[in-house]
């Protein structure tokens, strides 16, 4: 399934972004096995059309979508953390100057097992006939048994009688009836230009897993993913109690010729001052405001391809060892106490923008895994989904 990446990849990643692409299966908040959204902008593909018009049942499915017959960055190269077949498409119109590696060239280099089989029989209606009895991804079970089954043609790790994990998914209405956490912390930044001092509001990860009747005994941690596939390791210890209190650090101002790299708010909290400790405790928190106002909604940064906006849910970490700002990785050195200290924690690197999917590992043994690879449907939504240990 070729797509034209200069105009349907991007009206499928707009559909999705704005919320169009079709509802998952069952309540909202209740337990069901996967079934993935499919992107609406596949409606005039060709090929999907073909594919739905072999395979009628797959409409609106798991199947319905992209990754079907599209893969992700390559394992082993500067790509591979590219995980979502839309953003390792999206490096023919979007590159980035810092891949040398697994860059596709061209839209057959982004296919999957599957995809490239399509493409080989022709690229027809007829082609899906034609490799219904393949294994295309070599897992043990023909493509079209695989299909039958709502299971991914492409990918080995997805195939019949692997039991799909179980989820819990959690809207916007439910997360903001969940208790409220507000706090003012530090976001250290490693190479950006500043580092905030900011108010986060939205409910602690403890009690998100909590309304999702997710209970700690045997949790290792969480890892918590972005639209593209992006994802970062919390451990238990950052789930279940508070982080360090950290200072406030007032003062540190631009040189002659340099621009400030410390962002204050308008307004201080109550009662924060230079060198006290700040409002707390803070803790894992799966924030909805920034400031006081609802964080902007993630979405490819046209020009570039890169995640920009943070919401509407982000994944916030305080500093497990409290420290000053510090400047910026590059930005040079002043020798005024402000300097970029490599030592120092630089959380905000360790906070996931767009956060919409939540594994909670260990992930059981002899299940398929939810499709986080393919997020961008929930942020549309403002959804959030929960699968892994404990789950059921």
């Known amino acids: 399934m070729k797509i034209n990446v200069k105009s349907i990849g991007i009206m499928m990643l707009a559909a999705a972004i704005t919320g169009s692409a079709a509802l998952l299966a069952g309540a909202v908040g209740g337990r069901q096995a996967v079934k993935s959204r499919a992107y609406v902008g596949h409606e005039s593909d060709a090929d999907m059309q073909g594919f739905i018009g072999r395979y009628p049942a797959a409409a609106g499915t798991r199947l319905d979508d992209c990754q079907t017959c599209h893969r992700g960055g390559v394992k082993g190269t500067d790509?591979?953390?590219?995980?979502?077949?839309?953003?390792?498409?999206?490096?023919?119109?979007?590159?980035?100057?810092?891949?040398?590696?697994?860059?596709?060239?061209?839209?057959?280099?982004?296919?999957?097992?599957?995809?490239?089989?399509?493409?080989?029989?022709?690229?027809?209606?007829?082609?899906?006939?034609?490799?219904?009895?393949?294994?295309?991804?070599?897992?043990?079970?023909?493509?079209?048994?695989?299909?039958?089954d709502l299971r991914n043609p492409g990918d080995p790790a997805s195939r019949p009688g692997l039991p799909q994990a179980a989820t819990v998914t959690l809207g916007w209405d439910e997360i903001r009836r969940l208790p409220v956490h507000s706090q003012f912390l530090l976001m250290n930044t490693t190479k950006e230009p500043t580092d905030d001092y900011v108010t986060f509001k939205g409910v602690r990860v403890l009690d998100l897993l909590s309304a999702a009747k997710v209970y700690l005994?045997?949790?290792?941690?969480?890892?918590?993913?972005?639209?593209d596939g992006y994802s970062v390791d919390y451990t238990l210890e950052d789930i279940r109690g508070p982080f360090p209190r950290g200072r406030f650090y007032d003062g540190p101002r631009s040189l002659a010729g340099e621009s400030a790299f410390v962002k204050y708010p308008p307004e201080l909290p109550d009662g924060v001052r230079n060198g006290r400790k700040l409002p707390g405790p803070p803790w894992l928190l799966l924030a909805y405001e920034r400031n006081g106002r609802p964080l902007d909604p993630s979405?490819?940064?046209?020009?570039?391809?890169?995640?920009?906006?943070?919401?509407?849910?982000?994944?916030?970490?305080?500093?497990?060892?409290?420290?000053?700002?510090?400047?910026?990785?590059?930005?040079?050195?002043?020798?005024?106490?402000?300097?970029?200290?490599?030592?120092?924690?630089?959380?905000?690197?360790?906070?996931?923008?767009?956060?919409?999917?939540?594994?909670?590992?260990?992930?059981?043994?002899?299940?398929?895994?939810?499709?986080?690879?393919?997020?961008?449907?929930?942020?549309?939504?403002?959804?959030?989904?929960?699968?892994?240990?404990?789950?059921?």
């Not at 005994?217 to 639209?227: E, L």
């Not at 959380?347 to 909670?360: F, K, L, Q, S």
């Not at 939504?381 to 699968?387: G, P, R």
Request: with cysteine; proline share 7%; glycine share 14%.
């Open 299 to 392: 979405a490819y940064e046209k020009g570039t391809g890169r995640l920009s906006g943070e919401g509407p849910y982000r994944l916030i970490k305080p500093q497990r060892q409290p420290g000053r700002p510090d400047r910026a990785q590059k930005a040079g050195t002043y020798g005024d106490g402000w300097d970029f200290g490599a030592k120092f924690d630089h959380n905000a690197g360790a906070c996931v923008r767009g956060a919409c999917v939540i594994r909670v590992n260990p992930m059981p043994e002899g299940y398929e895994e939810y499709d986080w690879k393919n997020g961008w449907p929930l942020i549309g939504e403002k959804t959030v989904v929960i699968y892994g240990y404990g789950i059921r």
């Open 79 to 148: 790509t591979e953390r590219e995980y979502s077949p839309c953003s390792y498409c999206h490096l023919m119109v979007f590159p980035n100057p810092r891949y040398r590696t697994g860059v596709p060239k061209t839209a057959a280099d982004t296919l999957n097992a599957y995809g490239a089989a399509y493409k080989n029989a022709g690229r027809n209606p007829g082609a899906f006939a034609a490799i219904d009895g393949q294994d295309s991804d070599g897992d043990g079970a023909a493509n079209g048994a695989e299909v039958a």
């Open 217 to 227: 005994v045997g949790v290792t941690g969480i890892t918590v993913f972005a639209p």
